[in-house]
């Protein structure tokens, strides 16, 4: 379990891409556990978007490439549905 003073920091709200995770720096503890299951930890500052209720994860633009399956992406005159990204 996450330690309530880093829930609050939204340390939960974070961006993962395979084995990196982005998350708010001051939480040691949710740290070392994803640490320790052999994730890489990118804590970083943000404290000035946790002042109005966001975090990591809300901070991430997620960008589509039409070539990829994304909302511009054309067949037979029907636009397709988005997919994820893959990094």
């Known amino acids: 379990p996450v330690p309530r003073q880093e829930a609050l920091l939204l340390v939960c709200n974070a961006v993962v891409v ?3 995770v982005v998350t708010s720096a001051g939480c040691p503890a949710a740290h ?3 640490e320790e299951r052999g994730y890489r930890v990118h804590p970083v500052d943000l ?3 946790l002042r109005a209720g966001g975090g990591a994860k809300c ?3 997620f960008l589509e490439r039409p070539e990829e399956g994304g909302l511009l992406a054309e067949e037979e005159g029907e636009t397709k ?3 994820p990204l893959a990094l």
């Open 47 to 49: 404290s000035q978007f």
């Open 18 to 20: 395979g084995r990196e």
């Open 81 to 83: 549905e988005a997919q």
């Open 59 to 61: 901070l991430v633009l």
């Open 32 to 34: 070392g556990l994803l």
